[in-house]
């Protein structure tokens, strides 16, 4: 953090992030330069999409409080989520089969692309644009680094700026792709709830 800092005051960079950071290493290095005045992390490069949305566990809500930017790295889960691979099987080669480990849940996104191939025909938009734009709707999220190999790739890619969801929409998105509740969450929803209706969830 200190070689970080150095850079920074001497004006060889403007700002520095991390990337694919565990939530408590990140809060650890951003504690570390509060406490000794240090320049701290600007922004946090991380794996974020409709169907991988496990960052929202630890890492989302810390960005938030932290005031940390969130650049988001395979929006379109390898291509899975532009609906050109499906859930049979007997797909082509391509993005999808050359990552060395899996950045997305296949289930799920299959699921989510149920909802987003009648809601892409309904609004106009390609499948991609709708993945892409739901992304650009969440307010954590700063700005999503997308990998297009070709012009028209990139093309279709940057019209996802102009969709514009329908709060049902956004919700049954939210819906079909929401992660399933672990601990310690159910245990603090439950406490929650108790305390709101007056009862005692220890008694």
Same mark, same amino acid.
């Given at each position: 953090m200190r070689v970080l800092d150095d850079l920074v005051r001497s004006g060889k960079i403007r700002y520095i992030g991390a990337s694919n950071f565990m939530a408590w290493h990140l809060m650890k290095a951003l504690a570390y330069s509060t406490y000794n005045n240090l320049e701290k992390f600007a922004s946090l490069q991380a794996n974020y999409s409709l169907d991988n949305r496990?960052?929202?566990?630890?890492?989302?809500?810390?960005?938030?409080? *932290? =005031?940390?930017?969130?650049?988001?790295?395979?929006? $379109?889960?390898?291509? @899975?989520?532009?609906?050109?691979?499906?859930?049979?099987?007997?797909?082509?080669?391509?993005?999808?089969?050359?990552?060395?480990?899996?950045?997305?849940?296949?289930?799920?996104?299959?699921?989510?692309?149920?909802?987003?191939?009648?809601?892409?025909? *309904? =609004?106009?938009?390609?499948?991609?644009?709708?993945? $892409?734009?739901?992304? @650009?709707?969440?307010?954590?999220?700063?700005?999503?680094?997308?990998?297009?190999?070709?012009?028209a790739q990139l093309q279709d890619n940057l019209k996802a700026i102009e969709v514009k969801f329908t709060p049902e929409e956004l919700k049954k998105l939210d819906t079909i792709s929401q992660l399933p509740v672990e601990y310690p969450k159910n245990v603090v929803d439950v406490m929650t709830a108790d305390r709101s209706s007056g009862q005692d969830f220890l008694s």
């Open positions: 496990d960052l929202e566990r630890e890492i989302t809500p810390l960005l938030q409080d *932290q =005031k940390v930017g969130l650049l988001v790295w395979s929006p $379109l889960s390898g291509g @899975l989520l532009t609906g050109k691979y499906k859930r049979e099987g007997n797909n082509e080669k391509g993005r999808l089969n050359d990552f060395p480990f899996e950045p997305f849940h296949k289930e799920r996104a299959f699921d989510v692309l149920d909802v987003l191939f009648p809601m892409a025909e *309904q =609004k106009g938009f390609s499948v991609a644009q709708l993945a $892409l734009a739901w992304l @650009l709707h969440q307010p954590v999220v700063s700005s999503i680094i997308i990998g297009a190999t070709k012009m």
